[in-house]
């Protein structure tokens, strides 16, 4: 059984930085970070896989957050940085067997939500 432990978050200023951790125990291939705002969908975020490190980004945090793993610790982190007030949302860890992918929906193990609130 593969279970997946959140945290980090909170409310920041705009421009701040963050770090989101998520701990897994239990055998899987990748792992993704999902964000869902309030009245909207629950949208891929970034994402790696485990063993080759090869990671995936959305294209509106490009550049502003970095997505590692640490393959001891068995803990993936998102390292978000110049935050804005649209990256406000409840923020999700997934994982799955095998690569990455976009679709939440393709990741049977999700952790609890953190949130992360940016203020202008």
């Known amino acids: 059984q593969v279970q997946l432990v959140v945290s980090g978050g909170g409310l920041v200023q705009t421009g701040a930085s963050l770090r989101l951790s998520c701990a897994a125990s239990?055998?899987?291939?990748?792992m993704g970070w999902f964000r869902q705002a309030l009245g909207k969908a629950r949208e891929f975020v970034a994402a790696?896989?485990?063993?080759?490190?090869?990671?995936a980004y959305t294209d509106s945090v490009k550049g502003r957050f970095t997505i590692s793993r640490d393959n001891a610790k068995n803990t993936m982190y998102l390292q978000m940085t110049t935050l804005k007030p649209e990256d406000s949302a409840v923020y999700y860890c997934?994982?799955?067997?095998?690569?990455?992918?976009?679709?939440?929906?393709?990741?049977?193990?999700w952790g609890q939500g953190t949130q992360v609130t940016v203020s202008s």
């Open positions: 239990g055998r899987i291939g990748s």
């Open positions: 790696i896989t485990l063993s080759s490190g090869n990671t």
């Open positions: 997934a994982a799955r067997p095998g690569y990455w992918m976009t679709s939440p929906g393709l990741y049977p193990y």
